[in-house]
């Protein structure tokens, strides 16, 4: 069973002006999502800026989201870092914050084998409870879950899925076609994201969604539905948006967007900077072509 089907949203970390995390528009932001058809809230990961955040600050951001959320969508726990230790105890703050499931990136920086991938995420499955998404970003990392590797890993109980973001869409059909339908693929690109499902995925995690959750979610179900023609015109719609949500790297893109929508989230921790003079004019264009400002 999926820990969801559709799109799971990527959520930002909001700051204040003085670099803290700034729970009112945090509430704010998850509140857009509920009403919006979110189908899951994917806390602490690459666009909540994981990477600058304390293990404290991570903790206690899962934590908000559970409270918040309340069981209306399950929400996934950030727990990836470049050491196997330090991955399982943000899996362990995961699941003690009360977290449904784990993403989990590969180790970035130190890298590993494919013999390594196998050995470091058994070693953190033993460690907690929580279903695990294994995110594959190899733009971020420097390393690829091989097709083959990843089946090993699929035979690890608490192991249940991928988040697949090497935009090689025959790596995604070989991984389908080795793990099948018991283990879940999400399309980790948003232009990818109907390309993905017919090849099995189940859905997306998205940083797409945190401006427009209704319509990855309604891709989502139109494709489950049949109704290709629909899934293909909320594809072809969001492409233009999509360019602009990555002009620059994620998540400076979003959180301008955002903030154009007058949700208040601030600017990115350092070393992400504000967003490039050059790129202003094309992504508000983007936004106000999708109706969001």
């Known amino acids: 069973m999926a820990l969801f089907q559709g799109v799971g949203t990527a959520i930002v970390t909001p700051f204040n002006e003085k670099g803290e995390v700034c729970y009112n528009t945090f509430e704010k ?107 594959n970003v190899p733009v971020r990392t420097g390393l690829n879950i091989e097709p083959e590797t990843l089946l090993k890993l699929s035979k690890v109980d608490n192991i249940v899925g991928i988040k697949e973001s090497a935009g090689n869409l025959v790596q995604t059909a070989k991984m389908a076609a080795l793990c099948g339908a018991d283990f879940d693929i999400y399309a980790g690109n948003c232009n990818e994201v109907l390309a993905s499902l017919s090849l099995g995925a189940v859905g997306c995690i998205s940083v797409m969604g945190n401006v427009a959750p209704k319509d990855l979610h309604d891709l989502c179900v139109s494709f489950r539905n049949g109704d290709l023609a629909m899934a293909q015109e909320l594809q072809f719609k969001a492409l233009p948006l999509i360019d602009a949500l990555f002009a620059e790297l994620n998540p400076i893109p979003v959180k301008y967007i955002l903030n154009l929508m007058g949700f208040n989230v601030g600017i990115c921790r350092p070393p992400l900077t504000t967003l490039e003079d050059e790129h202003v004019g094309l992504i508000t264009k983007a936004a106000k072509n999708y109706g969001l400002i």
């Open 29 to 135: 932001l998850i509140e857009f999502q509920i009403v919006n058809d979110v189908d899951a809230i994917i806390a602490c990961g690459t666009t909540g800026e994981s990477a600058t955040l304390s293990y404290e600050e991570r903790a206690d951001v899962i934590k908000f989201t559970v409270e918040t959320v309340a069981g209306r969508v399950p929400v996934i726990g950030g727990g990836g870092s470049n050491s196997t230790a330090s991955t399982i105890r943000l899996c362990q703050d995961a699941q003690n914050a009360g977290a449904d499931g784990i993403l989990a990136v590969t180790p970035y920086y130190n890298k590993t084998t494919q013999k390594g991938l196998v050995e470091h995420y058994t070693a953190v499955a033993k460690e907690v409870d929580l279903p695990i998404i294994v995110y």
